[in-house]
Structures are given as C-alpha cells and as structure tokens.
C-alpha cells in the first residue's frame, strides 16, 4: 500500500503564490510519475501536470508558465509550486503517483488539497 498525503492548500489573493507538496509513504521501490489534478466546483478532474523520471515535465495549457512541477525522490515527494493564481485555479488539488512496490505495481491517489483563490 502508498499513502500519499498533499498539504500546502489554503485561501490566498489573486497574484499571490502557494507551494503544494504530496509525500509518498509504503514500501516504495520506485516512483515512476507523478501528476498533479484538479477539480473545481461543478466540474470534472483535470489534469495540471506531470513529472516523470529522469526530470520531464509538462503542464497544462491553462497554467504553463505560473506553476512548476518538481519532486525530491529521496523524500518520495512531489511539490507543485503555483504563483500569479487566479480565481479560476480554486479547486481541490489531486495528486497522483505511479510506480512499484517490490512485488507488484501502484498506482495512488491522493486525499486532496483546497485552493481557494479570491478576485
């Protein structure tokens, strides 16, 4: 089993900057992707972002340029450092990670994070 617990969440202004992380727990052997989603009120999950092994990351077209993606595999943990947000970022943030255990594969959510960001 992989728990992986998101913080960083919270109420900030418009312009204004939030670092979420997501750590990873269990009996890991390796972490493979980790992606970032979100779901805001009334709408499906999207997908913000993903970081792959070995350091490639994309974004979707809607935050390209304002968050950053980036993990530090010693701690299993993932970070999405979002800055310049805007009221339509408000949504519980998501994160995703998939890799192995020893035995067999994972494939772990999340619990999910609030981001409220006010006009």
């Known amino acids: 089993q992989v728990q992986l617990v998101e913080s960083g969440g919270g109420l900030v202004q418009a312009g204004g900057s939030l670092r979420l992380s997501c750590a990873a727990s269990g009996d890991i052997f390796s972490i493979n992707t980790m992606v970032w989603y979100r779901q805001a009120p009334g709408k499906q999950r999207e997908w913000v972002a993903t970081d792959t092994l070995g350091g490639n990351t994309n974004y979707a077209d809607s935050v390209k340029g304002r968050f950053t993606i980036s993990r530090d595999n010693a701690k299993n943990t993932v970070y999405l450092q979002m800055s310049n947000l805007k009221p339509e970022d408000t949504a519980v943030y998501y994160c995703?990670?998939?890799?192995?255990?020893?035995?067999?594969?994972?494939?772990?959510w999340g619990q999910g994070t609030q981001v409220t960001v006010s006009s």
């Open positions: 995703n990670a998939m890799g192995r255990l020893l035995a067999q594969p994972f494939n772990s």
